[in-house]
């Protein structure tokens, strides 16, 4: 299956019906780290981190896996409960 998140020069581009219900998938797109998932009910979510510590990590991530344990460090390590 596709990635369903790209991104280029005209921004980023969503195939909703290639997402599963309730999995993070993340994109890189000017500085910035997007978070998206698609809810039960089929609505898309989408979130913008800017904090430049997370996006530089980001950069080096291999895979989603790798990411989603990037921004759970730094949720841990700055003790924000989620």
Do not use: A
């Not at 797109?29 to 997370?54: P, T």
């Amino acid at each position: 299956m596709s990635y369903p998140i790209t991104s280029d020069e005209g921004g980023i581009k969503i195939i909703p019906e290639l997402m599963e219900q309730e999995k993070m998938y993340y994109c890189l797109h000017n500085g910035k780290v997007l978070l998206v998932f698609k809810d039960s009910q089929q609505f898309l979510n989408c979130y913008e981190i800017e904090e430049k510590e997370i996006v530089e990590n980001v950069k080096t991530c291999k895979s989603p896996d790798e990411i989603e344990k990037t921004i759970e460090n730094y949720l841990t390590k700055q003790n924000i409960k989620h």
